[in-house]
Protein backbone atom coordinates (compact mmCIF):
# COMPACT_ATOMS: atom_id res chain seq x y z
CA UNK A 1 0.00 0.00 0.00
CA UNK A 2 2.78 2.53 1.41
CA UNK A 3 6.25 2.13 1.08
CA UNK A 4 9.01 4.85 2.94
CA UNK A 5 11.60 6.66 1.54
CA UNK A 6 14.17 6.88 4.60
CA UNK A 7 16.44 8.85 2.23
CA UNK A 8 13.46 11.49 1.68
CA UNK A 9 14.15 14.86 4.22
CA UNK A 10 10.48 15.02 4.59
CA UNK A 11 9.14 13.45 8.14
CA UNK A 12 7.77 10.28 7.93
CA UNK A 13 4.19 11.13 8.87
CA UNK A 14 4.38 13.54 5.50
CA UNK A 15 5.45 10.45 3.60
CA UNK A 16 2.24 8.79 4.91
CA UNK A 17 0.08 11.60 4.89
CA UNK A 18 1.20 12.34 0.84
CA UNK A 19 1.12 8.42 0.45
CA UNK A 20 -2.51 8.21 2.14
CA UNK A 21 -3.81 11.49 -0.15
CA UNK A 22 -1.98 9.90 -3.23
CA UNK A 23 -4.28 6.99 -2.61
CA UNK A 24 -7.15 8.58 -1.82
CA UNK A 25 -6.99 11.06 -5.12
CA UNK A 26 -6.53 8.33 -7.69
CA UNK A 27 -9.31 6.16 -6.01
CA UNK A 28 -7.48 3.31 -4.89
CA UNK A 29 -8.91 4.35 -1.34
CA UNK A 30 -12.35 5.01 -2.57
CA UNK A 31 -14.21 7.62 -0.79
CA UNK A 32 -16.36 6.61 2.11
CA UNK A 33 -13.71 3.52 2.66
CA UNK A 34 -12.21 2.86 6.04
CA UNK A 35 -8.30 3.78 6.27
CA UNK A 36 -6.39 0.97 7.88
CA UNK A 37 -6.31 1.69 11.64
CA UNK A 38 -3.84 3.06 13.13
CA UNK A 39 -2.08 0.26 14.65
CA UNK A 40 -2.83 -1.87 11.85
CA UNK A 41 -0.41 0.56 9.57
CA UNK A 42 2.10 1.17 11.87
CA UNK A 43 2.91 -2.65 12.47
CA UNK A 44 2.82 -3.18 8.46
CA UNK A 45 5.30 0.25 8.30
CA UNK A 46 7.36 -0.78 11.12
CA UNK A 47 6.86 3.08 12.61
CA UNK A 48 5.29 4.33 15.87
CA UNK A 49 1.77 4.51 15.90
CA UNK A 50 1.75 8.36 16.72
CA UNK A 51 3.23 8.93 13.89
CA UNK A 52 0.55 7.66 11.68
CA UNK A 53 -2.14 9.30 13.73
CA UNK A 54 -0.61 12.49 13.35
CA UNK A 55 -0.94 11.19 9.57
CA UNK A 56 -4.24 11.14 9.96
CA UNK A 57 -4.75 14.10 11.68
CA UNK A 58 -3.23 15.99 8.90
CA UNK A 59 -5.37 14.17 6.51
CA UNK A 60 -8.34 15.58 8.27
CA UNK A 61 -7.21 19.13 8.97
CA UNK A 62 -6.94 19.26 4.97
CA UNK A 63 -10.15 17.41 4.44
CA UNK A 64 -9.33 14.44 2.64
CA UNK A 65 -10.02 12.19 5.35
CA UNK A 66 -12.86 12.51 8.41
CA UNK A 67 -12.63 9.91 11.56
CA UNK A 68 -15.82 8.69 13.40
CA UNK A 69 -15.42 7.76 17.14
CA UNK A 70 -15.24 4.54 18.16
CA UNK A 71 -15.12 3.01 14.18
CA UNK A 72 -11.80 5.03 13.13
CA UNK A 73 -10.61 6.88 9.58
CA UNK A 74 -12.68 7.25 6.46
CA UNK A 75 -11.91 8.84 2.86
CA UNK A 76 -13.65 12.12 2.30
CA UNK A 77 -15.67 12.33 -0.52
CA UNK A 78 -14.25 14.54 -3.12
CA UNK A 79 -17.27 17.46 -2.18
CA UNK A 80 -15.69 17.46 1.76
CA UNK A 81 -12.24 18.34 1.08
CA UNK A 82 -11.57 22.01 1.54
CA UNK A 83 -11.43 25.38 0.04
CA UNK A 84 -8.23 26.57 2.11
CA UNK A 85 -6.81 23.50 0.56
CA UNK A 86 -7.75 23.99 -2.94
CA UNK A 87 -6.33 28.04 -2.42
CA UNK A 88 -3.32 26.56 -0.65
CA UNK A 89 -2.46 24.16 -4.07
CA UNK A 90 -3.46 26.92 -6.19
CA UNK A 91 -0.84 29.35 -4.90
CA UNK A 92 1.52 26.30 -5.20
CA UNK A 93 0.25 26.04 -8.63
CA UNK A 94 0.91 29.87 -9.86
CA UNK A 95 4.31 29.58 -7.83
CA UNK A 96 5.46 26.36 -10.14
CA UNK A 97 4.26 28.02 -13.08
CA UNK A 98 6.45 31.58 -12.47
CA UNK A 99 9.52 28.96 -11.99
CA UNK A 100 8.49 27.09 -15.05
CA UNK A 101 8.49 30.41 -17.14
CA UNK A 102 11.69 31.49 -15.78
CA UNK A 103 13.66 28.14 -16.19
CA UNK A 104 12.01 29.03 -20.10
CA UNK A 105 9.06 26.05 -20.44
CA UNK A 106 6.93 27.33 -23.09
CA UNK A 107 3.30 27.65 -22.29
CA UNK A 108 2.36 25.49 -25.08
CA UNK A 109 4.02 22.76 -23.19
CA UNK A 110 2.49 23.52 -19.85
CA UNK A 111 -0.84 23.35 -21.71
CA UNK A 112 0.22 20.24 -23.25
CA UNK A 113 0.77 18.86 -20.09
CA UNK A 114 -2.35 19.92 -18.63
CA UNK A 115 -4.06 18.72 -21.72
CA UNK A 116 -2.80 14.95 -21.26
CA UNK A 117 -3.44 15.22 -17.56
CA UNK A 118 -6.96 15.67 -18.62
CA UNK A 119 -7.00 13.47 -21.14
CA UNK A 120 -5.66 10.48 -18.65
CA UNK A 121 -8.46 11.66 -16.09
CA UNK A 122 -11.11 11.60 -18.67
CA UNK A 123 -9.84 7.91 -19.47
CA UNK A 124 -10.07 6.78 -16.13
CA UNK A 125 -13.45 7.37 -16.04
Known amino acids: MLSLNYRDGRPIYEQVRDGLRRLIIT?????????????AMAG???????????????????????SVPGKGCFAALP????GRRREELLRQLDAIL???????VSWEE????????????????
Open 110 to 125: IETRSRREQAQRDKEG
Open 44 to 66: QLAINPNTIQRAYESLEQEGYAY
Open 79 to 82: QDVS
Open 27 to 39: GAIPPGDKLPSVR
Open 98 to 104: QELAYLG
